[in-house]
């Protein structure tokens, strides 16, 4: 999969520890529920965990999520 994300609207890093055992579903859910956005709008979203070497990418591409994970 190749997609190229710098024409995206909007980027959020999301402050805090995540807990990176959340999957697309618990992410986009507290995207939405925590920080009242829209997780299918032109966005992506950053979240860290607890030991700070760990990332993860939300993205919303209109055909589904993609979700990377460094």
């Not at 055992?21 to 709008?41: H, M, N, V, W």
């Not at 950053?46 to 990418?57: I, N, T, V």
Request: glycine share 10%; hydrophobic share 35%.
């Amino acid at each position: 999969m190749k997609h190229d994300y710098t024409s995206v609207k909007n980027i959020y890093i999301i402050c805090g520890k995540t807990d990176m055992r959340k999957g697309i579903d618990g992410l986009a859910t507290l995207i939405q529920d925590s920080f009242e956005l829209d997780p299918y709008g032109d966005s992506i979203f950053l979240f860290s965990g607890w030991s700070k070497d760990r990332y993860k990418c939300l993205y919303f591409d209109g055909d589904g999520f993609a979700m990377l994970y460094k």
